[in-house]
């Protein structure tokens, strides 16, 4: 019984960590490419226009940035869960 609450535990942190994580790649990828280009557009990051640039680049690096975190916050979760192989 105490190792199926653990078990539950263990995968609703991940499912909050996948849900942020990808609530943050939408935000980036739809809401800062599509949705607010033209907000964006009024500023530029290395001489492109900044909505322009998360359309094209910046959406890919953030995708990136969240997979190396979602690795890193699962090794977390994997030792305080005691699930570290270790």
């Not at 539950?8 to 599509?34: E, P």
């Not at 890919?60 to 192989?85: A, G, P, Q």
């Amino acid at each position: 019984m105490k190792e199926n609450e653990g078990h539950k535990r263990y995968w609703k942190t991940n499912l909050r960590y996948l849900t942020i994580l990808l609530s943050i790649w939408f935000l980036v990828s739809f809401g800062f490419g599509i949705l607010w280009v033209e907000e964006l557009n009024a500023f530029r990051l290395g001489g492109f226009k900044l909505g322009f640039w998360f359309a094209q680049q910046g959406s890919i690096y953030v995708f990136v940035l969240l997979i190396f975190t979602y690795v890193w916050l699962m090794n977390r979760l994997d030792k305080t869960s005691n699930l570290d192989e270790n």
